[in-house]
């Protein structure tokens, strides 16, 4: 297969060049994009093409076909978990949430995470790679045919870290949102990050309308660097300048993902920090009660220490929302199935 090209993760313009090559008209391309955009799994599906251009197609490229490894079904919210199996067995997670105005779908970009940050599932040492545009996209393309929905908003905060997959993502994110394929728009996409300062710069000269979430996590370099090893590269004084660059280019408000961990980083002083570190800042801060991971010593903050936080923040003019939790029934959260998934594979052997 490695010689053939991966059709699925061609932009319909480079669809256009293909077509091109093989004496094709360029309407050709438009249908193409349109019937994998539909999720099919083979060239035979695509019906108005001719047989001798489905079998030339079928030479030269593959659609990549991802199988439900596991699904799981929330008995309180009906949020639906997924464990996709790729083509070259690795497992990936992807969420589908249902909301009052319509389905929201995490996704992964990468299988495996090698940002290594403490309180997170995901992280798995040499274990990562890579996913490809139509890997990307098959999360979403695979959930709504199993559920027969359709998606409305999509969150690249399921494992990986999609700015460590630069170009795939990018190529990902033009392909959903063209008008001809799912045609998602980019104000109904968010793009969580780690912090990798270089990249927000790059994705800040493309003006995308999409919504950038960057894992803070801490207010204080002390804390950070305790959570999340890509602090020590990109530390909070190169971290929130980029920050503040990437709302100048875009006029797009970031989002602060921060996630509440007991002791750690809930405290009074660590809001007023917080609240110093965000000064002025157009932005929107999220706080995510922790999720438990199995073995970590880390505790979620008290329902009393959210508010108070929460509260901190909202009185000095800081827009702060506490993360709804779908799903806790059915190891929703990052990274959890599939470590469970792969912990039984151990035990299996
Ligand atoms: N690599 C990207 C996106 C994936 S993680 C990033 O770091 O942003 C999506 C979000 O979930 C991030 O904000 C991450 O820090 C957070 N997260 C990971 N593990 C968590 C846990 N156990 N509890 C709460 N939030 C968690």
């Not at 993360?323 to 912990?343: F, M, N, T």
């Amino acid at each position: 297969m490695q010689d053939k090209l991966c059709i699925k993760s061609m932009h319909p313009a480079a669809l256009v060049s293909l077509m091109e090559e093989l004496g094709q008209p360029a309407y050709r391309a438009q249908q193409v994009f349109r019937w994998l955009s539909m999720g099919v799994s083979s060239f035979d599906e695509m019906t108005n093409l001719s047989k001798a251009l489905r079998a030339e197609l079928a030479g030269r490229c593959f659609i990549t076909v991802p199988s439900i490894a596991r699904r799981q079904v929330s008995a309180h919210d009906g949020t639906v978990k997924y464990l996709f199996e790729l083509g070259d067995g690795s497992c990936i997670e992807t969420v589908l949430m249902k909301y009052e105005h319509g389905y929201s779908i995490c996704l992964s970009t990468q299988a495996g995470c090698k940002m290594g940050c403490v309180f997170c599932a995901s992280y798995e040492k040499g274990a990562t790679r890579n996913l490809t545009p139509a890997e990307i996209y098959d999360q979403i393309l695979w959930a709504q045919k199993d559920r027969g929905v359709r998606v409305s908003n999509i969150v690249l905060m399921g494992t990986g870290e999609p700015l460590d997959n630069y170009d795939n993502v990018l190529t990902f994110l033009r392909i959903v949102s063209h008008p001809q394929g799912l045609n998602i728009g980019m104000r109904h996409i968010s793009l969580s990050t780690c912090g990798l300062v270089p990249k927000i710069d790059e994705l800040a000269q493309l003006r995308l309308q999409l919504t950038l979430s960057v894992s803070l996590h801490a207010p204080t370099n002390a804390i950070r660097d305790k959570l999340m090893p890509v602090n020590k590269s990109y530390p909070l004084e190169k971290l929130m300048p980029a920050c503040r660059r990437y709302f100048e280019l875009t006029g797009r408000r970031i989002s602060f993902e921060y996630a509440m961990i007991r002791g750690v980083n809930d405290t009074p002083q660590c809001a007023a920090a917080l609240v110093r570190l965000l000064g002025g800042m157009q932005c929107h801060v999220n706080l995510i009660p922790l999720n438990h991971v199995d073995g970590s010593p880390l505790k979620p903050s008290t329902r009393e220490d959210l508010r108070a936080f929460q509260n901190a923040l909202i009185r000095k003019g800081i827009t702060t929302t506490v993360r709804r939790s779908l799903g806790g029934d059915i190891d929703a959260s990052c990274g959890q199935l599939r470590r469970k998934a792969a912990a039984q594979k151990e035990d299996d052997q």
